[in-house]
């Protein structure tokens, strides 16, 4: 699987606590938690088809559409910033005249109302205004961050839904993992009951296991409030109703990212992450409204032409008129002292424009950090997984040993249930790793802008679709 990245944040890395829960001395091992038992089992769903399903409902997704196509609205407004500007006018009016005193014969003192009205056609066409070149930009730099937000929305929407359902899986293998260790310490302490009654243990043993029965009860009820909070954030990502999910197949290939250097990711993440590449879109509008801002101190040119038609009703001292002119008028506007009487934004808008390429900096830097913690994750996980497996299948044998010694009356139950402790912690350290190598992967993929319906694909691949389904518990279950 060919991978490209992104970083792993701490608040974003997420520590699963997942496990297989063997069955010691007796208790068989499950892979899945139990679920409660009810009515006829449900077909789950895989993780491609509530991704199918999310992409036509994402409201993250829909918003960076409707933005994608806003900014598209506004470069061809931009481009009719240098087309001719046309205006037909249309005035009516009442006027009342009173004419208190003449020494004109022809005249009447008196009061007249005279109806007038009049129409102008007014055209304007920029000849030169660096203003308009300058919206251009700014149009077309709008348009490039909206195309990179609707990417990163839609990067964003894919892992979002990985991690979500990943978690819900590593959740329910917790609460496997706490149902099996309660099995086995209910199981212990049964033994070490029986031995107390016959006087071949002490009750300070019946003690210690029975402390540690309750903390692994605290632990699985615990464990099914996590898948169940799980399943509500998968909801939510998803954005519709899941009742059930197919769990992660047993075995799972982890080959190193490709490329295999950590350089490579790096320098693709400073390059392609969309995070970057919205925020460059940001900085280029900064720099089109500084340009904006200082083209509004240099001359420009238009040209004018109106043409005006007036019919006067009259006036109290001569008859009505029907006229009409037109007027060709070429203008030349040079801006001198604080034109527009806004000052000089100029000065801010360049300052603006600078903080903002500070910030695409900062977040290069960022996107080659997490790149860089990605791959040596997934590299990490990738190793390790044979002498995670190799140390589960070691602790089983020391755990078998220590009960039999114990049985025989030559172990410390101290040491028996340390031993069971250890064991669940590795099994438990041992699906962790294939989870986050996982997530890591899709980490590198998104901080690159690469996650693609083949890696949804490949994941969904790799679910035990004809397996017991993942679902909510309750805490009866």
């Not at 590593?170 to 086995?184: F, W, Y």
């Not at 632990?219 to 099914?224: E, M, S």
């Not at 910030?359 to 913690?373: F, G, S």
């Not at 294939?434 to 899709?442: E, F, I």
Request: charged residues 25%.
């Amino acid at each position: 699987m060919n991978c490209n990245d992104i970083r792993p944040t701490k608040h974003r890395r997420v520590a699963l606590a997942l496990v297989w829960a063997l069955g010691l001395g007796g208790v068989p091992a499950q892979a899945q938690p139990a679920a409660a038992p009810a009515a006829p089992a449900q077909e789950s769903v895989g993780l491609a088809d509530i991704y199918i399903a999310a992409r036509g409902r994402n409201p993250g997704v829909l918003a960076a559409e409707a933005g994608r196509a806003a900014v598209g609205h506004a470069r061809r407004d931009a481009y009719m910033g240098l087309a001719p500007r046309a205006n037909w006018i249309f005035d009516w009016s009442t006027e009342r005249q009173q004419v208190h005193r003449t020494a004109n014969p022809v005249y009447r003192v008196g009061v007249g109302e005279f109806a007038n009205h009049g129409n102008t056609l007014e055209v304007v066409q920029p000849l030169f205004d660096s203003r308009l070149f300058a919206q251009l930009r700014g149009a077309y730099a709008s348009v490039s961050r909206g195309q990179s937000e609707l990417e990163l929305a839609r990067q964003k929407m894919a892992f979002d839904l990985i991690q979500a359902y990943l978690v819900a899986l590593g959740s329910a293998d917790a609460v496997a993992a706490a149902g099996g260790e309660v099995r086995a310490l209910t199981q212990l302490s049964d033994e070490v009951r029986t031995k107390t009654q016959r006087g071949l243990a002490s009750g300070a043993d019946l003690d210690e296991v029975t402390a540690r029965l309750a903390a692994a009860q605290a632990q699985h009820t615990n464990a099914i409030s996590a898948l169940n909070e799980a399943f509500a954030t998968l909801e939510r990502r998803a954005a519709g109703r899941i009742t059930a999910i197919a769990p992660l197949a047993a075995a799972i290939p982890m080959p190193m990212p490709q490329p295999p250097d950590v350089e490579s990711w790096a320098s693709l993440a400073k390059e392609r992450s969309p995070d970057v590449l919205v925020q460059d879109g940001v900085a280029q509008e900064s720099r089109a409204a500084a340009e904006l801002a200082g083209a509004a101190l240099l001359p420009r040119v238009d040209l004018r032409f109106t043409a005006n038609r007036l019919d006067s009703g009259g006036t109290l001292y001569g008859g009505g008129a029907l006229t009409s002119d037109r007027t060709v008028l070429f203008r030349l506007t040079v801006p001198l002292f604080n034109g527009d009487g806004n000052g000089y934004p100029v000065l801010a808008a360049r300052e603006r424009y600078r903080q903002q390429e500070f910030r695409t900096d900062d977040l290069r830097l960022e996107a080659e950090e997490r790149a860089r913690i990605a791959f040596q994750e997934v590299a990490s996980d990738a190793r390790r997984s044979r002498e995670l497996t190799q140390a589960v299948e070691a602790q089983i044998r020391v755990v078998q040993s220590r009960r039999q010694r114990y049985a025989a009356g030559v172990m410390r139950i101290v040491d028996v249930l340390n031993s069971e402790r250890d064991l669940y912690q590795a099994q438990r350290s041992l699906l962790a790793s294939r989870y986050n190598y996982l997530l890591n992967m899709m980490q590198l993929k998104r901080l690159t802008g690469d996650i693609s319906d083949a890696d949804i694909a490949f994941i969904d691949s790799e679910l035990a679709k004809g397996a017991t389904p993942v679902r909510r518990m309750g805490y009866g279950g």
